[in-house]
């Protein structure tokens, strides 16, 4: 067993025993009240981090806050002091008391930041310290791996543990996204506001003098004589490398001492100084190798007993050398050249794991020896090409990683603080709440009645439901994100709640409340109760949600007689059409002869053909599959029977240009996207509005996706690749009616059938007309207004 190992399941039973101290601090903290204006701070590093800018927030925007900072010892004690704050031993009594009687907390790498069994009823906020680059809490698998029951209490202990957050804060959205599957936490608990130990960073980028008061901190923290300049020179470069910890192995990056003679060489010869901050966890390894006499090799090291926060006096290095540190991410802030040094890529990104590849991360350039390491370092503190594009390749990391450059993100997060302190009726207006997919895009019915709704009552407060920041929606809408308090408060309070899935559990409509279903497709495929092998919990659970509903709205009668066998529904169905066809309606007009569709709008098409960025003069092939629940069509939950890129080639042809767009399911947009090299297949998953799809085709291609009721209302050419039919629809769905009898277009299986048929036309048959007036009867293009009529009605608008 490695010592990384041992150390790993040392640590599992020390969390299990814990438990106990929990149960009974937990017991404690119903009798001990929190009050209202008691702070409680802590970082594992000392007095620093984003905690120490939150706290100097508080002291001079608030004389009144009562701030503890819960230290380990003496030392700390002092600097907490020297703050103006009260401090209190964190594993004393006092730390104790302090802790559970703080109505805010404020941390910045875990519980054990002050006394952990205090934390019980605190709103506590996570800072966080840096912005990951390896993976974190859930996503490394020996931190919840064990034997037998061990395994599946402590992810039980990681998940409680994370929800007691009440916020996460995060430098960006790309890491906040990140801490939220770290954590497995709901999207509205992380707010991407800003690092606050980053902004000293982002002042000292833009006041010189600032950085260079961190350079004369440094060098007085190395022994270095004071600087002294004269005109014309170039002062010395202080370098810093930044290894990380490497979970108790051994660091590959220690130099050998042929190595470390070719680093002194190289600094030498750059007048440069290399300053060595190990991680707290691994110091000392580079110590043996350069020996004590740094004056004389220009090695130095900077451990975390001398400089606990590290984060203040990055303004003081010309250029930083790393591998998975999120260091570099905080540097990048100033604009400085950083060095990817990592000989361990591929150990380490197989056993710890990395959110993104390296290089992907370093911008292509990760280097495996200390030998190309000193060349590149020449390269980059030297004027020239070289560091204009280190400069400009660390600017662009900034861009991705910070949200808030220029600083600022202390009074954001103290602001958010205060903000969710409120009440609710403080913070969220009764308006109406929108839910599209559970929030995985805005889109869909329920868009097309908020663009209704907009029409005739412009000043009523609109909320959506997002499961990210990157879910763009209606102009004037307000997003919220998915679990977070205001998410909640929204819910509880709207007037109106109009959602296309599933509520789930914690909501209960009030008495006062409308919710309007409007679902999401005509079903070909059974839903609910009517699905085959449906157990009980989920019958129970199909029952409890169809409750919640007060009205449900159907496109055709077909649906409507579907929907009160699959959910048991008992309350009013307004079979009005579906408002998310309404735009294909409109973009249609009859057929000018017999045996002829309706034909859509030339400008109608071309405008649909813009937004998704297809070339001029293709014809267009859409390939929509729907999701497997066995995911059978990909290991990664893309499906892709036909293969988009094989059949992209297979339809070129000289004088006859295609383009494939392919649409995943909501389904299946986490798994990642229909990605490649060839600009003749466009993934269009992640665009906003599914109808320009619709539009756009020549011919759709789909399976038993709903899709096919949509695109009849425009009388698209229809064809289905379905080679997996009889497994689908005998075991995996079942269908509501005889598909194969019925269906408007040919069933296909094999990529050269859906060439020929793209290639050759599908024409406009009976069957396809008979569909028609079974599937889409309502959709003139007037069913959002018909649906807001009915709202307004009802007593839910108006």
């Known amino acids: 067993m490695s010592t990384g190992e041992s150390s790993t399941k ?391 990683f910070h949200a808030y450059p220029d600083g600022g993100a202390a009074a954001r997060v103290l602001a958010e603080i205060r903000r969710l302190a409120l009440p609710a009726e403080q913070r969220v207006d009764a308006g109406v709440f929108f839910e599209s997919f559970e929030g995985r895009q805005a889109a869909c019915n329920p868009l097309a009645i908020d663009a209704e709704i907009v029409e005739r009552f412009p000043d009523l407060v609109r909320y959506w439901s997002v499961t990210s920041e990157r879910v763009a929606v209606p102009a004037g809408a307000v997003p919220l994100l998915v679990g977070g308090a205001d998410w909640v408060a929204a819910r509880k309070r709207a007037r109106l709640l109009v959602v296309n899935d599933w509520l789930g559990s914690g909501f209960r409509r009030g008495r006062s409340q409308t919710v309007l279903q409007t679902w999401h497709g005509t079903m070909l495929k059974h839903l609910a109760l009517t699905r085959p092998n449906t157990g009980l919990q989920t019958r129970i659970a199909t029952r409890r949600e169809s409750r919640r509903w007060s009205l449900l709205l159907s496109q055709n009668p077909h649906s409507t007689a579907q929907f009160a066998r699959s959910y048991a529904y008992r309350g009013e169905i307004l079979e009005t059409g579906y408002p998310r066809d309404d735009r294909l309606a409109r973009a249609v007009v009859p057929a000018v002869a017999a045996g002829h569709g309706p034909e859509r709008i030339d400008i109608v098409v071309e405008a649909a053909r813009r937004a998704l960025g297809i070339p001029q003069g293709a014809r267009v092939l859409a390939y929509t599959p729907t999701w497997r629940e066995t995911r059978r069509g990909e290991a990664n939950g893309l499906v892709d029977l036909l293969d988009v890129h094989a059949l992209a080639e297979e339809l070129d042809a000289p004088g006859d240009p295609w383009v494939v767009i392919v649409r995943g399911h909501s389904r299946t947009l986490r798994f990642g996207r229909y990605l490649g090299t060839d600009s003749r297949v466009i993934d269009v998953s992640r665009h906003p509005d599914i109808n320009d799809v619709i539009l756009a085709a020549d011919l759709l291609v789909t399976d038993y996706s709903s899709i096919m009721f949509d695109a009849a209302v425009a009388a698209v050419p229809l064809a289905f690749f379905v080679p997996d039919l009889r497994d689908y629809r005998d075991r995996e769905r079942g269908f509501t009616f005889d598909f194969a009898a019925s269906a408007p277009g040919p069933l296909l299986t094999t990529r050269a059938e859906v060439v020929a048929a793209a290639r050759n036309g599908v024409p406009f048959t009976a069957e396809y007309a008979q569909w028609r007036e079974r599937f889409t009867p309502h959709d003139d293009g007037f069913a959002a207004a018909r649906v807001v009529d009915a709202l307004v009605a009802r007593g839910a608008l108006g």
């Not at 009974?24 to 905690?51: K, N, Q």
């Not at 260079?212 to 370098?239: K, T």
């Open 10 to 400: 040392n640590s599992r039973f020390k969390k299990l025993f814990s438990l106990l101290g929990y149960l009974l601090a937990f017991v404690c903290a119903v009798f001990v009240p929190r009050r209202e204006g008691r702070w409680a701070f802590g970082s594992w590093i000392g007095v620093g981090e984003g905690a120490l800018a939150v706290a100097r927030e508080l002291r001079d925007s608030d004389p009144d806050a009562q701030i503890t900072w819960i230290v380990a010892d003496e030392a700390e004690a002092e600097r907490a002091a020297a703050e103006g704050f009260a401090t209190a031993v964190r594993s004393s009594w006092a730390g104790f008391v302090a802790t559970i009687t703080a109505r805010q907390i404020v941390i910045t790498h875990g519980y054990r930041d002050v006394n952990r069994f205090g934390i019980a009823g605190a709103s506590i906020t996570h800072l966080g310290h840096g912005a990951p680059i390896k993976n974190l809490h859930h996503h490394i698998g020996a931190m919840t791996d064990g034997p037998g029951f061990m395994k599946s209490v402590l992810r039980r202990v990681y998940r409680i543990g994370a929800e007691r957050v009440s916020l996460y804060v995060a430098g960006s959205v790309t890491v906040a996204e990140r801490l939220r599957e770290a954590n497995r936490v709901a999207p509205g608990r992380v707010s991407a506001l800003g690092d606050p130990r980053d902004d000293v960073l982002c002042a000292q980028a833009r006041h010189p003098h600032l950085a260079a008061a961190a350079r004369a901190e440094v060098r007085r923290l190395l022994g270095l004589a004071e600087e002294r300049i004269d005109p014309g020179e170039r002062p010395e470069s202080l370098v810093l490398y930044a290894p990380t910890w490497r979970d108790g192995e051994a660091d590959p990056a220690v130099p050998t001492a042929e190595e470390a003679e070719l680093i002194r060489a190289g600094l030498a010869a750059l007048g440069a100084r290399l300053v060595i901050r190990s991680h707290p966890m691994g110091s000392g390894a580079y110590d043996a190798v350069f020996g004590a006499s740094a004056e004389a090799s220009r090695v130095h090291a900077l451990p975390a007993k001398i400089a606990p926060d590290i984060t203040p006096l990055l303004g003081a290095f010309d250029a930083v050398i790393t591998d998975y540190s999120s260091i570099a991410i905080d540097y990048a802030l100033l604009g400085r050249p950083i060095i990817w040094f990592a000989p361990d890529l591929a150990h380490y990104s197989a056993t710890r794991g990395l959110y993104e590849p390296l290089e992907v991360t370093a911008a292509g350039r990760v280097l495996d020896s200390w030998s190309a390491t000193s060349d590149r370092l020449g390269e980059v503190l030297r004027p020239g090409v070289a560091a204009r594009d280190a400069a400009s390749e660390a600017r662009a990391l900034a861009a991705r």
